[in-house]
C-alpha cells in the first residue's frame, strides 16, 4: 500500500503497529533459522570432510592395486580380465527434518556380489583391484548424501537470509517511516484541534466592559435565560 492511499487515522495508526509487531516476529524468526541452519551445514562440511578423507584413502588405495593390475597384465590383459557380475544392492537413504530442510543419511544394502568365474590368467594383484574399487561403492553413496545435504541447507540458508534481509532493510524500515508519518500528522491535527477549541471558547465569551462587571454582562445577555441569570 502506498503512501498516498494512507488515510492517517488512529484505526490506521494501530493496524501498521500491529504489522510491524508481525514483520518483527517474522525476522526474529528468519535470524534464529540462519543460525539454525548455519550451525547445520557446519556439522555437515565435518562430516563431509570426514567421509572425503576415507573416500580419498580408499581411493588411493585402488589406484595403487589398479596400477599393480596393470603392471602384471597391461591394459589389454587387464580390460580382458571376468568383471564382476552387477551389484544387487540399493541405496538407503534415512531422512531427517530440520527446520524443513530433509536431510539424509545413505547406506548401501543388499547382497554381496557373487565372484565371477577363475580365470585362467588369474592374479592376485588383477583380485585385489577389483576388491578395491567395489570398496569405494559404499563411500561413494556416503559421500554423495552429504553433497546433496550442503545443497538443500546452502539454498534454504540463502533463501532465509534473503528473507530477512528484506524484512530488516525495506519492510520494517518502511512501516517505521509510515508509523512516525501518521503520529506526526495525528499530532498536528490534534494540535489544531485544542488551538480551533481555545480560540472558539474566547470568541464565545462577551468582553466585559470597562466600569462593569461580569454579573451585568449575564443578565443582559438575551440569549441566557432569566433563571441561571439570577442564580449567578
Not at 468582553?207 to 461580569?214: F, H, K, N, V, Y
Amino acid at each position: 500500500m502506498s503512501d498516498n492511499a494512507i488515510v492517517p487515522t488512529q484505526s490506521a495508526l494501530l493496524e501498521l503497529k500491529e504489522e510491524r509487531i508481525g514483520l518483527r516476529e517474522g525476522y526474529r524468526f528468519l535470524d534464529e533459522k540462519r543460525l539454525i541452519l548455519a550451525a547445520e551445514i557446519l556439522a555437515e562440511i565435518a562430516d563431509y570432510e570426514r567421509e572425503k578423507v576415507l573416500f580419498d584413502a580408499d581411493q588411493a588405495k585402488a589406484a595403487e592395486a589398479l596400477q599393480a593390475a596393470v603392471v602384471r597384465h597391461g591394459f589389454e590383459g587387464l580390460s580382458l580380465y571376468p568383471p564382476v557380475q552387477d551389484l544387487d544392492v540399493r541405496i538407503e537413504l534415512k531422512p531427517r527434518v530440520v527446520l524443513g530442510v530433509t536431510l539424509h543419511e545413505a547406506s548401501l544394502t543388499g547382497e554381496a556380489p557373487i565372484p565371477p568365474a577363475v580365470s585362467v590368467a588369474a592374479s592376485p594383484e588383477a583380485d585385489a583391484c577389483r576388491a578395491a574399487f567395489i570398496g569405494l561403492v559404499p563411500r561413494a553413496a556416503r559421500l554423495a548424501a552429504r553433497v546433496a545435504n550442503l545443497e538443500r541447507l546452502r539454498v534454504d540458508y540463502a533463501r532465509a537470509a534473503r528473507r530477512a534481509r528484506a524484512l530488516e532493510d525495506v519492510l520494517l524500515p518502511e512501516t517505521e517511516e509510515r508509523i512516525n508519518g501518521i503520529e506526526t500528522v495525528l499530532e498536528e491535527l490534534e494540535r489544531e484541534e485544542a488551538i480551533r477549541a481555545r480560540l472558539g471558547g474566547d470568541r464565545d465569551q462577551p468582553s466585559i466592559p470597562e466600569g462593569g462587571d461580569r454579573t451585568s454582562i449575564l443578565r443582559d445577555a438575551p440569549d441566557l435565560p432569566r433563571g441561571k441569570s439570577e442564580r449567578l
